[in-house]
Protein backbone atom coordinates (compact mmCIF):
# COMPACT_ATOMS: atom_id res chain seq x y z
CA UNK A 1 0.00 0.00 0.00
CA UNK A 2 1.65 3.40 -0.76
CA UNK A 3 1.66 5.56 1.91
CA UNK A 4 0.02 8.66 0.62
CA UNK A 5 -3.17 6.89 0.29
CA UNK A 6 -2.91 5.59 3.81
CA UNK A 7 -2.38 8.71 4.85
CA UNK A 8 -5.20 10.08 2.81
CA UNK A 9 -7.30 7.01 4.44
CA UNK A 10 -6.60 7.87 7.95
CA UNK A 11 -6.95 11.50 7.49
CA UNK A 12 -10.93 10.74 5.93
CA UNK A 13 -11.02 8.44 8.98
CA UNK A 14 -10.10 11.07 11.53
CA UNK A 15 -12.31 13.34 10.59
CA UNK A 16 -15.43 11.40 10.06
CA UNK A 17 -15.20 9.86 13.68
CA UNK A 18 -14.77 13.44 14.71
CA UNK A 19 -17.81 14.63 12.66
CA UNK A 20 -19.66 11.29 14.21
CA UNK A 21 -18.31 11.73 17.65
CA UNK A 22 -20.02 15.61 17.77
CA UNK A 23 -23.13 14.16 15.62
CA UNK A 24 -23.59 11.49 18.73
CA UNK A 25 -23.11 14.48 21.61
CA UNK A 26 -26.06 17.02 19.87
CA UNK A 27 -28.03 14.07 18.89
CA UNK A 28 -28.13 12.92 22.55
CA UNK A 29 -28.38 16.35 24.39
CA UNK A 30 -24.84 15.91 25.64
CA UNK A 31 -24.07 19.54 23.74
CA UNK A 32 -26.63 21.56 22.35
CA UNK A 33 -25.96 23.29 18.77
CA UNK A 34 -24.50 27.03 19.38
CA UNK A 35 -23.60 27.78 15.19
CA UNK A 36 -21.04 30.64 16.57
CA UNK A 37 -19.34 28.08 19.02
CA UNK A 38 -19.36 25.21 16.98
CA UNK A 39 -17.91 26.54 13.21
CA UNK A 40 -14.91 26.94 15.40
CA UNK A 41 -15.31 23.44 16.49
CA UNK A 42 -15.46 21.75 12.76
CA UNK A 43 -12.74 24.11 11.66
CA UNK A 44 -10.39 22.42 14.32
CA UNK A 45 -11.70 19.32 12.86
CA UNK A 46 -10.15 19.99 9.52
CA UNK A 47 -7.06 21.30 10.82
CA UNK A 48 -6.90 17.84 12.95
CA UNK A 49 -7.36 16.14 9.43
CA UNK A 50 -4.92 18.15 7.72
CA UNK A 51 -2.38 17.57 10.34
CA UNK A 52 -2.75 13.74 10.08
CA UNK A 53 -2.48 14.39 5.86
CA UNK A 54 0.79 16.68 6.30
CA UNK A 55 2.74 14.26 8.51
CA UNK A 56 1.82 11.25 5.87
CA UNK A 57 2.36 13.14 2.99
CA UNK A 58 4.92 15.60 3.00
CA UNK A 59 3.92 16.86 0.01
CA UNK A 60 0.95 18.69 1.62
CA UNK A 61 3.02 20.91 3.95
CA UNK A 62 3.19 24.19 1.68
CA UNK A 63 -0.96 23.54 1.53
CA UNK A 64 -0.78 23.46 5.41
CA UNK A 65 1.01 26.23 6.04
CA UNK A 66 -0.91 28.04 3.58
CA UNK A 67 -4.32 27.41 5.50
CA UNK A 68 -2.62 28.09 8.53
CA UNK A 69 -1.39 31.59 7.96
CA UNK A 70 -4.61 32.27 6.35
CA UNK A 71 -6.37 31.16 9.59
CA UNK A 72 -4.15 33.50 11.41
CA UNK A 73 -4.68 36.29 9.13
CA UNK A 74 -8.17 36.45 10.03
CA UNK A 75 -8.07 35.68 13.43
CA UNK A 76 -5.72 39.01 13.60
CA UNK A 77 -8.19 40.63 11.32
CA UNK A 78 -10.88 40.12 14.06
CA UNK A 79 -8.51 41.52 16.63
CA UNK A 80 -8.46 44.90 14.35
CA UNK A 81 -4.36 43.98 13.08
CA UNK A 82 -3.94 45.16 9.33
CA UNK A 83 -1.87 42.04 7.64
CA UNK A 84 -0.67 42.52 4.46
CA UNK A 85 1.80 39.56 4.12
CA UNK A 86 0.70 36.25 5.35
CA UNK A 87 3.98 35.21 5.97
CA UNK A 88 4.15 38.37 8.74
CA UNK A 89 1.40 36.41 11.07
CA UNK A 90 4.19 33.71 11.74
CA UNK A 91 6.45 36.50 12.91
CA UNK A 92 3.80 38.15 15.01
CA UNK A 93 2.66 35.30 16.82
CA UNK A 94 6.10 35.22 18.46
CA UNK A 95 6.33 38.51 19.39
CA UNK A 96 5.73 39.59 22.98
CA UNK A 97 5.49 43.42 22.71
CA UNK A 98 4.80 45.71 19.76
CA UNK A 99 6.29 48.69 20.14
CA UNK A 100 4.75 51.78 17.72
CA UNK A 101 4.16 55.35 17.44
CA UNK A 102 0.97 57.82 18.19
CA UNK A 103 -0.70 56.86 14.54
CA UNK A 104 0.14 52.88 15.52
CA UNK A 105 2.71 52.51 12.80
CA UNK A 106 6.09 51.92 12.75
CA UNK A 107 7.65 54.40 10.42
CA UNK A 108 11.41 54.76 11.32
CA UNK A 109 12.46 51.61 12.02
CA UNK A 110 14.45 52.29 14.92
CA UNK A 111 12.81 52.97 18.56
CA UNK A 112 14.32 54.78 21.35
CA UNK A 113 12.77 54.24 24.95
CA UNK A 114 12.02 57.64 26.60
CA UNK A 115 10.87 56.69 29.50
CA UNK A 116 10.85 53.14 31.06
CA UNK A 117 8.41 51.99 34.13
CA UNK A 118 8.66 48.92 36.76
CA UNK A 119 6.16 47.69 39.06
CA UNK A 120 7.76 47.85 42.51
Not at 92 to 116: E, P, R
Amino acid sequence: MDISKFGLGCAVFALVAMFLRFGIEVAADVTEFDESKHVMEFVDYCLVAITVLVVAIPEGLPLAVTISLAYSVQKMQKENNLVKRMHACETMGGADMICSDKTGTLTTNDMVIVKFMVNN
